[in-house]
């Protein structure tokens, strides 16, 4: 029997067999998350067999112990999916440029090099306008009160996904639950985009069933407590079920999710990852703090619910190694690793491609300084080879955002 015959069959039994417990370990303590993003903007290094390998060894030599890689973005599968090709959202078969399955081979050198590889499910219910899930079922995409279907992000303008309709639910659990059974991985990692901006919900679907539920029409402000928690408390319910279904198919899979700083999630992005940490939805949280400077960055680390996650399970700040229009220093990067350590926080980078190439110091120093912090070895900076062709699609991270009040 193929795997696009299997799936609805072992989705249908993972949401029937009683939930596993998560892959926490007994004191979240006794582990610091050393992680960093591999994005669509690092496809060039993992496409080529031997730099991919060589990598991984020089992330495994430094000190890392977590590769987030992208396996969903724009709308496209970067690993061979019958669900996407099936569907007929993608029309091609990625592969690296020897013909190999990226993802396959990068979590088999990750394991060799004690690397835990954690597929990353970039987009979430984000789609691009002109992609073809999008074009293809238009009834999927939820709409702001004035009908408009579209917003602005940091990766351009975005659709968004309905997460309140089975269709939409089903679609996602398919592919996650592909890239998890296929191949055999350790977990799962969401981020930011598993979330739907708080202006969103007013398309027919979604007001009839708010009606339903509770007698009312939907608020005409998108910010009123009752109607934010009414949206943010089903985007749990379905990672509850979705999370249900990973562990029933990979026991023991790690649940991560990366999603903003708490107060902007919930109030502006409907995600209660709070709750997820406590419902035991996740097994791990990465929060993204990317501030350019330490007087705004350590606030967050006091945060009442990071340090109720830090009791919890393990949890990091994530910060930025750079942009290519926006370095980051290297004595930054060391000031904020020590300053999450004294919390007794992990740290993740976004992204690879910034850790040692994008920096204002020579890639020598740089990797120098990550070994000192990991207590790892820096060893060579790996020489640049640039591919030719069109660069691949990337999302960069949300902008640097003050605290609400």
Avoid: C
């Avoid at 031997?50 to 599968?77: E, H, I, K, S």
């Avoid at 997820?276 to 006091?302: C, F, H, K, T």
């Amino acid at each position: 029997m193929g795997l696009a015959k299997l799936l609805p069959l072992l989705l249908a039994a993972a949401l029937q067999w009683p939930q596993q417990v998560g892959a926490q370990p007994a004191n979240p303590q006794t582990l610091e998350l050393r992680g960093v993003w591999l994005t669509a903007n690092d496809m060039p290094v993992l496409r080529a067999r031997t730099r991919m390998q060589a990598t991984v060894n020089q992330l495994a030599d430094l000190g890392f112990n977590r590769l987030y890689a992208v396996v969903w973005n724009g709308g496209m599968a970067y690993y061979p999916s019958q669900v996407s090709e099936g569907r007929q959202f993608q029309n091609f078969t990625y592969r690296g440029l020897q013909g190999q399955d990226v993802i396959g081979e990068l979590i088999t050198a990750g394991r060799s090099r004690g690397l835990v590889v954690l597929p990353w499910f970039e987009f979430g219910f984000m789609a691009p306008p002109d992609s073809e899930l999008a074009r293809r079922h238009r009834s999927w995409l939820t709409q702001k009160r004035d009908g408009g279907l579209s917003s602005i992000s940091a990766a351009g303008e975005v659709v968004w996904l309905n997460p309140f309709r089975p269709e939409v639910q089903q679609l996602i659990t398919e592919l996650v639950l592909e890239v998890v059974s296929q191949y055999g991985a350790d977990g799962i990692q969401f981020d930011d985009h598993m979330s739907l901006p708080r202006e969103f919900g007013y398309d027919p679907f979604t007001v009839a069933l708010y009606r339903k539920e509770t007698g009312h029409e939907p608020p005409a402000n998108e910010a009123e407590p009752s109607w934010v928690k009414w949206r943010a408390d089903r985007i749990t319910a379905f990672m509850e079920q979705l999370a249900k279904a990973v562990r029933n198919a990979r026991p023991g899979a790690i649940i991560s999710i990366s999603p903003n700083y708490y107060d902007f999630a919930y109030k502006l992005q409907l995600q209660d990852w709070r709750s997820w940490v406590q419902r035991g939805i996740a097994d791990e949280l990465l929060i993204q703090i990317y501030r350019p400077d330490l007087a705004s960055y350590l606030p967050q680390l006091e945060k009442p619910e990071v340090q109720e996650s830090l009791g919890l399970i393990p949890t990091a700040v994530a910060v930025m190694s750079g942009q290519r229009n926006r370095p980051t220093p290297l004595a930054l990067i060391r000031q904020k690793v020590e300053a999450n350590r004294a919390k007794g926080l992990g740290v993740a980078f976004f992204y690879l491609e910034s850790l040692w190439s994008l920096g204002p110091e020579p890639a020598a120093e740089r990797l120098s300084g990550l070994a000192d912090l990991f207590g790892g070895l820096p060893g060579p900076p790996l020489p640049s080879q640039p591919l030719p062709g069109k660069p691949l699609p990337g999302t960069p991270p949300p902008p640097d955002l003050p605290p609400l009040p």
